[in-house]
């Protein structure tokens, strides 16, 4: 599942867009390699992926087709999700020409993903039933996965870090937990040691 950015960045190149698109697919296209049928559960995603393409055509230039023109009535920014309204000028043309193009964006995005799934279906496999295993899998341990590791002990070895860097917090806090305490013994000897030097009582006392 893709999320679109909270606030604006056109910080994006082409490619990256393209993988955005290809990555609204991963889930639908695993259905359909592994169970050979596909569910409803991307309907979410084929919106993001036919949001993301059209931005890209009707927004961002992005299609050589189409040109650098923009063909959207909307202010906002195209990446946050709100609904497309093209331009009431556009010709009858123009319009065939940007969904040739945005169906084009989609279906390269579908094929680069599920040339990715197949090719990594062990990957797939295994992914699948280390959820299967554990429920949830951050994004460290998919890499982990991915790079052929094995899971069980690269969640120790994380394990055995996560608790040495607890330990050196714990004791760098005992340390200046102890620093601060002496540094305070040292100030009230100091005081004390000030209050007994000779004649004290008598310039009171004068």
């Not at 946050?80 to 000028?89: H, Q, V």
């Not at 496999?125 to 790079?147: N, P, V």
């Amino acid at each position: 599942v893709m999320s679109f950015p909270e606030k604006d960045d056109y910080n994006y190149w082409r490619s990256k867009l393209m993988g955005r698109i290809s990555v609204c697919f991963g889930g639908r296209i695993a259905e359909d390699v592994v169970f050979n049928d596909v569910s409803a559960g991307a309907q979410n995603d084929i919106e993001q992926a036919t949001n993301l393409a059209r931005a890209m055509v009707c927004e961002l230039g992005m299609s050589e087709k189409v040109g650098p023109v923009r063909y959207t009535a909307d202010t906002e920014n195209p990446f946050l999700g709100s609904e497309f309204r093209m331009s009431s000028d556009i010709s009858q043309a123009t319009m065939e020409l940007i969904d040739g193009e945005v169906r084009r964006l989609i279906g390269q995005g579908y094929d680069k993903a599920k040339e990715l799934i197949v090719t990594n279906r062990d990957k797939l496999d295994e992914i699948a039933q280390a959820l299967l295993k554990h429920e949830t899998l951050s994004g460290d341990e998919l890499s982990a996965i991915l790079r052929g590791d094995d899971l069980e002990e690269f969640q120790a070895a994380r394990k055995r870090h996560d608790q040495e860097i607890e330990q050196a917090a714990r004791a760098a806090a005992a340390k200046r937990a102890a620093e601060e305490a002496a540094e305070e013994r040292a100030r009230e000897e100091a005081a004390n040691n000030g209050n007994d030097l000779p004649g004290t009582e008598g310039l009171a006392q004068s």
